[in-house]
Structure formats: structure tokens, C-alpha cells
């Protein structure tokens, strides 16, 4: 039991790759999702922040992501944690935090100066798309932000 989840381990590979492929495996650390990290509570965020967003209310915009961008990090999908992290990156450009914009993006910067076929190779094929996507957006704004 970990501080904040479950560490999940096999003791050998064998016993995951007829379930999981032979590239899948199971094994990590499950965390525990607060509350407010719920997949309602993320949809209700979203849903506020699109609306002010689209009214160029940026501060309300950020407030309305900030908490799910500090607390729900961690227990995200990569596609979901792309997604909000180019998001946020993106409002807090039009309120002329560059720096701020650069760090929310910062897990993105060496993959984001790289080519797709880079990027990809490697990976597992059932990620790649996903996470291209993500850094299709994410090399974007940190033009963006840079300027």
C-alpha cells in the first residue's frame, strides 16, 4: 500500500502478457481519486471554464481549471491531463502570463522539439495517436507562449 494508492507488481511477466499483450502490463501505482478529482466534478470545471472562455473571461476561466490543474494531475489520463494542461497553458496567455503559460507546459517541451515519427517510436501503438494529439497542441502554444 502506497501513500496515496495501490502498487500493483507480477512476479513474472509471463503471467500479464496472454491478458495484457506483449507490450501491456498492469503493474504501477493505482492512486485513489479524491472527490473533487471525480469525473464529475473534472466535467463540471470544463464545462465552466468553456463557458467563460468563450466569453473572454479569462480570470474566471482560470479559476475555474486552477484547482483541477493543481489537485488532478496526477490521477489523469494522459489524453485528459494533455487536454487540460494546453488548456490552462493556453488561458494563461491571454492574460499575459507567459511564464506561466511555459511551465504548465513544460512536461511537453523536449517531445514537442522532436518529430512525430520520434516521438512514436517506441511508444506503444495504442497510445501514440493520443498523445500526438497532445503534442500537436502543446507545440503550438509553446510557439505561443514564446513569442
Known amino acids: 500500500m502506497e501513500a496515496n494508492g495501490v502498487a ?7 503471467q500479464c502478457q496472454a491478458y495484457c499483450g506483449s507490450n501491456g502490463s498492469f503493474e504501477g501505482i ?6 473533487s478529482c471525480a469525473t464529475d466534478a473534472i466535467e463540471k470545471a470544463r464545462h465552466d471554464f468553456k463557458s467563460f472562455y ?7 476561466a482560470k479559476g475555474a481549471l486552477a484547482p483541477i490543474y493543481q489537485r488532478c494531475v496526477p490521477t489523469m489520463s494522459l ?6 494542461r494546453n488548456d490552462y497553458a493556453l488561458t494563461l496567455y491571454k492574460l499575459k502570463d507567459k511564464p506561466g503559460c511555459l ?9 514537442a522539439a522532436r518529430t512525430d515519427d520520434q ?3 517506441g511508444m506503444v501503438p495504442a497510445v501514440v495517436d493520443e ?5 500537436h497542441a502543446a507545440r503550438t502554444n509553446i510557439a505561443l507562449c514564446s513569442r
Open 8 to 14: 500493483i507488481s507480477t512476479s513474472t511477466k509471463e
Open 79 to 84: 489524453a485528459d491531463e494533455g487536454a487540460l
Open 30 to 35: 493505482y492512486k485513489r481519486v479524491s472527490s
Open 54 to 60: 468563450d466569453k473572454k473571461k479569462y480570470v474566471e
Open 131 to 135: 498523445y500526438l494529439t497532445v503534442i
Open 119 to 121: 516521438i512514436s517510436e
Open 103 to 111: 511551465s504548465a507546459l513544460s512536461k511537453y517541451k523536449q517531445d
